[in-house]
């Protein structure tokens, strides 16, 4: 089993920035891939990025390239997200996860209970 809890949601305005926290406990974090996701209102979940084990490769959407970062601290079990120039359609819960393929959704098998991020227009 792994835990994950994610931190540093909140309310931003557009062009601004937030950096969202993952803390991991439980089984070997440096085993997993770890991912980003989020879920807007009335919308599906999505990805939104991902990184493998030991931070070399990383993985975006393409509506985020550019704008966000993913990086992992495999020795403080956390990986992070920094989202810079921020949009109101960035507006979502997002939830970060655990798992062995990063694009491949059905591999996560843990999940954050989410942390809401709201930007303002």
């Known amino acids: 089993q792994v835990q994950l809890v994610e931190s540093g949601g909140g309310l931003v305005q557009a062009g601004g920035s937030l950096r969202l926290s993952c803390a991991a406990s439980?089984?070997?974090?440096?085993?997993?891939?770890m991912g980003w996701f989020r879920r807007a209102p009335g919308k599906e979940r999505e990805f939104v990025a991902a990184?493998?084990?030991?931070?070399?490769?990383?993985y975006y959407q393409d509506s985020v390239k550019g704008r966000f970062t993913i990086s992992r601290d495999n020795a403080k079990n956390t990986v992070y997200l920094q989202m810079n120039s921020l949009k109101p359609e960035d507006t979502a819960v997002y939830y970060c996860?655990?798992?062995?393929?990063?694009?491949?959704?059905?591999?996560?098998?843990?999940w954050g209970q989410g942390t809401q991020v709201t930007v303002s227009s």
């Open positions: 996860a655990a798992g062995r393929v990063p694009l491949r959704l059905s591999t996560y098998d843990y």
């Open positions: 439980g089984r070997t974090f440096s085993n997993y891939v």
């Open positions: 990184i493998n084990w030991s931070g070399a490769d990383t």
